[in-house]
């Protein structure tokens, strides 16, 4: 059975006047189990079959090799099917269209089917996400996760049928996305990333796939807790500024709430293995005089309707500057994790433009907040695209003929945060 433990960080403290409460929670899962334990788990491994896999670097022979990878992977026990995407999202295994448990049998089967992908026609996600949402839908399971790879643009369908997919695919099924190659949009796979509650990252390079499929299932398979909700109460007269999850990763929950009562909102974070994640909570409340106290937000998180895990935020007003003027130092590291994230996109998007001035002053400043919180991968990946002068000021230098891959890993990489040192 899994354990929960909930730990809130914050500087409880308030100057006369202020208003707004500012807390990290982490949550740590150790015990969850195997995917399916408390209910069916389900997969689909969605592959891009289209024109361009057929390129030189024989990018559909290693997409091939990656399906057969995550497939063997799977859990018995585990529904699963293959989707082909190209024009149209095609069911190629099972061939009768919907989904069959994991066995040696049908591992081995599905193996040869995705043994004969071909490459051919255009790029439309939001058919293959459609399909996948179809497929979920024929099996009882309390578990949905689907990988989705791509090596291009969704140039096949309208962007109102992209939207159209990924609205019914949002809480059917959460979803990793893989671009490999650099002719893919980053923003496109983080949308859907984003709305079906997975990750998004770039393979350069196709011989990379099969790691990486492998790496994906078995973290998938390794998720025993079906889903779980992240409960914050507020009391009454108070606004809950914003909800975030801050690490692993960042993603902001906040216009996701679905209200439980008044005073209470809900928010979804999919499934669980053993880890940690850390929520950056934001409250204002009206303010109070000196020496008052007051509970700020009660933050749970719950497995079906039983809560699990508890941490309450609180607020005292003080006159002390000793204690007003902290800044916790979890609070502070997350504020700069997500400007970083934000800044990075923003750089990038300003250099795209040819803006070189704004791109110069955003990199600068994601370089000084990479190295003031000790985010080496992106002082790494930023070297690529910058020549970092000083980090300690934000003075960079624009690199020219800078690799799109690079330029790529950079973004992807943007909203992967590091721990409090």
Excluded at 6 to 18: C, G, H, K, M, S
Excluded at 259 to 274: A, H
Aim: charged share 25%; with cysteine.
């Amino acid at each position: 059975m899994a354990e929960w433990t909930t730990e809130v960080f914050e500087n409880e403290y308030l100057p006369a006047d202020a208003t707004d409460v500012h807390a990290i929670v982490t949550v740590t899962c150790s015990g969850a189990g195997t995917a399916g334990q408390s209910g069916a788990a389900a997969e689909v491994i969605i592959v891009d079959t289209s024109g361009s896999m057929s390129s030189p670097r024989g990018k559909i022979v290693s997409a091939r090799q990656a399906a057969a990878a995550a497939i063997e992977e799977l859990v018995d026990g585990t529904w699963f099917a293959v989707i082909a995407g190209a024009n149209q999202g095609q069911v190629v295994f099972p061939r009768r269209g919907s989904m069959v448990q994991a066995t040696a049998d049908t591992r081995e089967a599905a193996s040869q089917a995705v043994a004969h992908l071909d490459a051919s026609g255009g790029t439309a996600i939001g058919h293959w996400l459609t399909t996948a949402t179809h497929l979920f839908q024929t099996v009882e399971a309390t578990q949905r996760h689907a990988i989705l790879l791509t090596d291009g643009r969704d140039e096949s369908e309208s962007v109102q049928e992209l939207q159209a997919g990924i609205s019914g695919a949002t809480g059917v099924f959460q979803c990793d996305c893989r671009g490999v190659g650099a002719d893919w949009e980053v923003d496109e796979l983080r949308q859907i990333g984003s709305a079906l509650l997975g990750s998004v990252d770039i393979i350069a390079e196709p011989e990379a796939m099969a790691a990486d499929f492998q790496g994906m299932m078995r973290a998938s398979m390794g998720r025993g807790v079906a889903d779980a909700k992240l409960r914050v109460w507020t009391p009454q007269g108070s606004k809950l500024e914003f909800v975030r999850q801050v690490a692993p990763t960042i993603e902001d929950l906040t216009d996701r709430a679905v209200p439980v009562s008044e005073l209470i909102r809900e928010y979804p974070t999919g499934s669980w293995g053993n880890e940690s994640r850390d929520y950056h909570v934001s409250v204002r409340v009206p303010p109070k005089s000196l020496g008052a106290e007051q509970l700020v937000a009660r933050v749970q998180l719950v497995v079906r309707d039983e809560v699990v895990g508890q941490g309450l935020v609180r607020a005292t007003w003080s006159d002390d500057s000793t204690l007003t003027t902290r800044i916790n130092p979890a609070v502070a590291h997350y504020t700069g994790q997500a400007e970083l994230a934000s800044v990075i996109q923003e750089g990038l998007a300003a250099k795209a433009a040819g803006d070189d001035a704004t791109a110069t002053l955003k990199l600068g400043r994601a370089a000084q907040l990479a190295a003031e919180t000790g985010n080496d991968e992106a002082t790494n990946k930023l070297r690529r695209v910058v020549e970092i002068t000083d980090a300690d000021t934000g003075t960079v230098r624009l690199k020219r003929d800078v690799s799109r891959l690079d330029e790529m890993a950079l973004d992807t990489s943007s909203t992967k945060t590091t721990r409090v040192r």
